[in-house]
């Protein structure tokens, strides 16, 4: 009957595997090469066979971007960040990052993540269950970008703002088992703090429950705190009747106000114009 009847994959036509092959949304069927053209950070069975069609025009795309932007580069233009088989290579000077896994590996496509996609990011920790008495199973960098499916493929209300990524909502990257020799998720952490402008947070020993509040409220902490810094002088400039002093703390409340406008709905938005020329050069000089 129906569970034992062959299926034939909807992209290439052969017969796809009972044990390998994926069921779409649309009941139609993928099979197991076909599914390595798609991105290793997207679940297929999510999506019907016209979504995939486009993603994999995308991903040909992303591809080319990697042919030509990042494989001609030596070792001392990239920055990379590896543990075991997971890890994160930036390449600074096009404002995008290669995400390192053993399902990236099979894929039959490279692919790049902007910086200017990336909404939020944190280091993030799995309690562990068993009691060898760890504190946690697993340990590592969670990214977040700005997209308008979430990891289910349901429509994603929360990605106003900024450069969406149109595929990816959520990378985690296990660099690390546990927290107590952790050095590769706080390294790459740090590149990432460093990039988009946050505090840097101290590496040496464990990692402590500080590193748990997301970036984006580290941010959004200190703009607040710089604008009341801002209020509180020109309350002062008022009350000197000093124009002067009033007119410097309302640009600094300016300034205040646009770094929290950043912070909340524009991360990464200075690498936008770096990015944008490594997509011309790739795509536009065939
Ligand atoms: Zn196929």
Not at 124 to 149: H, L, M, W
Request: hydrophobic share 30%.
């Amino acid at each position: 009957m129906g569970l034992f009847s062959k299926k034939t994959c909807c992209f290439c036509g052969k017969e796809a595997g009972l044990l390998s092959r994926k069921k779409l949304h649309d009941k139609n069927y993928i099979c197991k090469d076909c599914e390595k053209n798609c991105s290793a950070y997207i679940e297929a069975s999510n999506f019907d066979k016209e979504f995939l069609q486009n993603h994999i025009e995308y991903m040909k795309k992303q591809n080319s971007l990697y042919e030509k932007e990042v494989a001609p580069l030596d070792n001392s233009q990239k920055e990379r960040y590896v543990s075991g088989w997971n890890g994160i290579n930036f390449i600074d000077s096009i404002g995008m990052f290669e995400v390192l896994s053993p399902k990236y590996d099979k894929k039959n496509a490279k692919e790049l993540f902007r910086y200017d996609q990336v909404q939020d990011f944190e280091y993030y920790t799995v309690a562990n269950s068993s009691q060898d008495g760890k504190k946690y199973s697993e340990a590592g960098i969670e990214i977040k970008f700005r997209c308008p499916i979430d990891e289910n493929g349901w429509k994603n209300n929360d990605s106003e703002g900024g450069r969406q990524h149109p595929y990816v909502s959520k990378i985690r990257i296990p660099f690390e088992k546990n927290t107590d020799d952790a050095t590769c998720g706080s390294l790459a952490k740090a590149h990432m703090n460093k990039l988009f402008g946050r505090a840097s947070e101290s590496v040496a020993g464990s990692i402590k429950e500080s590193f748990t509040g997301t970036g984006t409220q580290q941010a959004q902490a200190k703009a607040g705190i710089e604008s009341l810094k801002s209020l509180g002088n020109l309350a002062k400039a008022a009350i000197q009747n000093d124009s002067e002093g009033m007119e410097n703390a309302k640009s600094e409340l300016k300034n205040a106000a646009t770094d929290m406008m950043n912070a909340t709905f524009n991360y990464g938005a200075k690498y936008t114009q770096i990015a944008d020329d490594a997509e011309k050069r790739a795509w536009e000089n065939n």
